[in-house]
Every structure is written in structure tokens, then in C-alpha cells.
């Protein structure tokens, strides 16, 4: 069973976190079986973006790397305070472990600017928000990570970046694909109306 680390940081957007667990739901009922997802927050209840209250599976302090295959990070918003969560170094040192032994990473929208400051993406290409004047681009560019701005979902290594909400179905399938098989991705993407 391959196991996915869905982390959520307070103030984390909700659209971005659901893809996840629709997904990987989907497959664990309908497609081959293979993957679960764990909740993990930074805190025992965590709050999205547009004030829904999650209550975790686990707490980030019980994560066991080991025992994962691959971390997600979904993006969120200022006023919600998701930087100063995503942004703490436990945050920081869990993502740094993922990449240390060479587990799949997947973010979507603004969650690829804490992949930014943990260091793991200096030097690599990646993607984060697009709109807004390129503030969050040029915040990503700041962490050493060599932007590509046109390009919707970056894969770099073991590392998926995206643009924005519209892309986190994209990176929810990529990182199925990737753990399980492109047929089982294309069945379970059908099951749930996608062509």
C-alpha cells in the first residue's frame, strides 16, 4: 500500500487539499487499490482558507517518513495565516526529509513557496502562482528555484509544482500516475467523469 502525507498547514486552501483526497479516495475504492492518503496538520484542528475546520488523522510530530511514499502541500492564504504555519521549521525539516529519501513532493499553487524556503528546490525549476503581477513567482525565484512562468505544472525530479487551483487536479493524477501506472490514472480519471 502506497501511502500519501497530505500535510495542511493552518489558513491551507481547501480546493487544493480535496483534490487529494477525492483522488486518491477514488483509487483506493475503484481503481487498483494501492494508495492511502493520511491527514496531517500542523496542529490537532487546522482551519482552510475559507474558514473550513479540519481535524487531522495525525499531527505532524507523529509523522514517520518511513512510512510515507510521498508528501502533498497545498497552497493557502496570507490573511489565514498559512505562511506562518507552512513556514515553521518543523513544516521545513518535514518536507527536507521526504526529499532526502528521494519521495515524490507535490504542490499546488503558493504550497510550492515553503518547498522554496526548506532549500529543496534551489537551483531547480518550479512553478507557484501566476497571477497578482508575478509577487509570489518573484518570491519563489528569491528561494534560488528557476522559475517557468508559462509553464502550468512543473515536474522536476521527484518535485510537482503548479500555478494555481486550476492546475491541482493535474498534479493530484500526475502523482497517482506516478505511484501507481498511466492505465490505472486513465481509469480512475475516467471514473470520475474526466476524459
Known amino acids: 500500500m502506497k501511502r500519501i502525507c497530505l500535510l495542511l498547514p493552518n489558513g491551507f486552501e481547501e480546493v487544493e487539499a480535496s483534490v487529494?483526497?477525492?483522488?486518491?479516495?477514488?483509487?483506493?475504492?475503484?481503481?487498483?487499490?494501492?494508495?492511502?492518503?493520511?491527514?496531517?496538520?500542523?496542529?490537532?484542528?487546522?482551519?482552510?482558507?475559507?474558514?473550513?475546520t479540519v481535524i487531522p488523522e495525525m499531527v505532524i510530530s507523529?509523522?514517520?517518513?518511513?512510512?510515507?511514499?510521498?508528501?502533498?502541500?497545498p497552497g493557502g492564504f496570507e490573511?489565514?495565516?498559512?505562511?506562518?504555519?507552512?513556514?515553521?521549521?518543523?513544516?521545513?525539516?518535514?518536507?527536507?526529509?521526504?526529499?532526502?529519501?528521494?519521495?515524490?513532493?507535490?504542490?499546488?499553487?503558493?504550497?510550492?513557496?515553503?518547498?522554496g524556503k526548506s532549500g529543496i528546490l534551489k537551483g531547480r525549476n518550479g512553478?507557484?502562482?501566476?497571477?497578482?503581477?508575478?509577487?509570489r513567482q518573484n518570491q519563489l525565484r528569491?528561494?534560488?528555484?528557476?522559475?517557468?512562468p508559462d509553464q502550468p505544472v512543473v515536474m522536476d525530479g521527484n518535485i510537482i509544482t503548479s500555478h494555481n487551483p486550476s492546475t491541482a487536479f493535474d498534479v493530484a493524477f500526475k502523482l497517482l500516475e506516478l505511484l501507481t501506472s498511466k492505465e490505472n490514472c486513465n481509469h480512475v480519471k475516467k471514473l470520475m467523469g474526466f476524459k
Open 20 to 52: 487529494f483526497t477525492d483522488v486518491f479516495g477514488w483509487n483506493l475504492l475503484e481503481g487498483d487499490g494501492t494508495t492511502k492518503l493520511v491527514t496531517v496538520g500542523t496542529r490537532e484542528q487546522v482551519k482552510g482558507t475559507w474558514n473550513f
Open 62 to 73: 507523529e509523522v514517520n517518513t518511513d512510512e510515507f511514499d510521498a508528501l502533498t502541500v
Open 79 to 115: 490573511h489565514a495565516d498559512y505562511y506562518k504555519d507552512a513556514y515553521r521549521e518543523d513544516v521545513l525539516t518535514l518536507i527536507r526529509e521526504f526529499h532526502e529519501k528521494g519521495k515524490f513532493i507535490a504542490s499546488i499553487c503558493v504550497g510550492a513557496l515553503p518547498l
Open 127 to 135: 512553478t507557484t502562482y501566476n497571477l497578482s503581477s508575478g509577487h
Open 142 to 148: 528569491s528561494f534560488g528555484v528557476n522559475v517557468l
